[in-house]
T-cell receptor, first 119, second 115 residues
Framework: AQKITQTQPGMFVQEKEAVTLDCTYD???????LFWYKQPSSGEMIFLIY??????QNATEGRYSLNFQKARKSANLVISASQLGDSAMYFC????????????????FGAGTQVVVTP | EAQVTQNPRYLITVTGKKLTVTCSQN?????MSWYRQDPGLGLRQIYY???????DKGDVPEGYKVSRKEKRNFPLILESPSPNQTSLYFC??????????????FGPGTRLTVL
């Protein structure tokens, strides 16, 4: 079963505008971490932001913030003031913490959202 | 500089010709993993290793082998590559496997084409 769902295959956003990338997840593990990665056209995976399941506050890193709604199992990434350099594929991923699960230690990825920032 | 390195970065080969993609990390990480990335599927785990001499299958292990004889190295071996193994491969490492809080550091990727 798909554990991470990113419903937006692609989107256009104008420079300087904010953009929200959707991510929903599925787990029964009370301990988990949620990650967002950026993959530019050059191919490398760049870590952006992390949210732990027990974190009380939403994570923020510069222009990136994570809108964590635990009850809805949602972990949307918000990029404020988009820049041309933000054009990339964005992946949401989850890592479960309970050793009993067969997905222990594994990063489970969504299919990604392609973002194109236009001038 | 703390990093994960992979070699080669690009490889074109033919069906059946054994190949190895090397992965090395200099962060003394215990946990290492291989993923493949295919369009529309995100990244899927092939194999992982919790520590030296400890490896286990991920979601898509068929056609691949790994070994972990030293902590820093985790090579991916394709004994008899087939065209359906054409993909972008990433090696990743994290401090430890336990707990969800450990960021995984990714190598630069290896783009493999099997003709």
């Amino acid at each position: 079963a798909q554990k991470i769902t990113q419903t937006q295959p692609g989107m256009f956003v104008q420079e300087k505008e904010a953009v929200t990338l959707d991510c929903t997840y599925d787990t029964s593990d009370p301990s988990y971490g949620l990650f967002w990665y950026k993959q530019p056209s050059s191919g490398e995976m760049i870590f952006l932001i992390y949210q732990g399941s027990y974190d009380q506050q939403n994570a923020t890193e510069g222009r990136y913030s994570l809108n964590f709604q635990k009850a809805r199992k949602s972990a949307n990434l918000v990029i404020s003031a988009s820049q041309l350099g933000d054009s990339a594929m964005y992946f949401c991923a989850m890592r479960e913490g309970q050793r009993a699960t067969d997905s222990w230690g594994k990063l489970q990825f969504g299919a990604g959202t392609q973002v194109v920032v236009t001038p | 500089e703390a990093q994960v390195t992979q070699n080669p970065r690009y490889l074109i080969t033919v069906t059946g010709k054994k190949l190895t993609v090397t992965c090395s990390q200099n962060m003394n990480h215990e946990y290492m993993s291989w993923y493949r990335q295919d369009p529309g599927l995100g990244l899927r785990q092939i194999y992982y290793s919790m520590n030296v001499e400890v490896t286990d299958k991920g979601d898509v292990p068929e056609g691949y082998k790994v070994s972990r004889k030293e902590k820093r190295n985790f090579p991916l071996i394709l004994e008899s590559p087939s065209p359906n193994q054409t993909s972008l491969y990433f090696c990743a490492s994290s401090l430890e496997g336990q707990g969800p809080y450990n960021e995984q550091f990714f190598g630069p990727g290896t783009r493999l084409t099997v003709l």
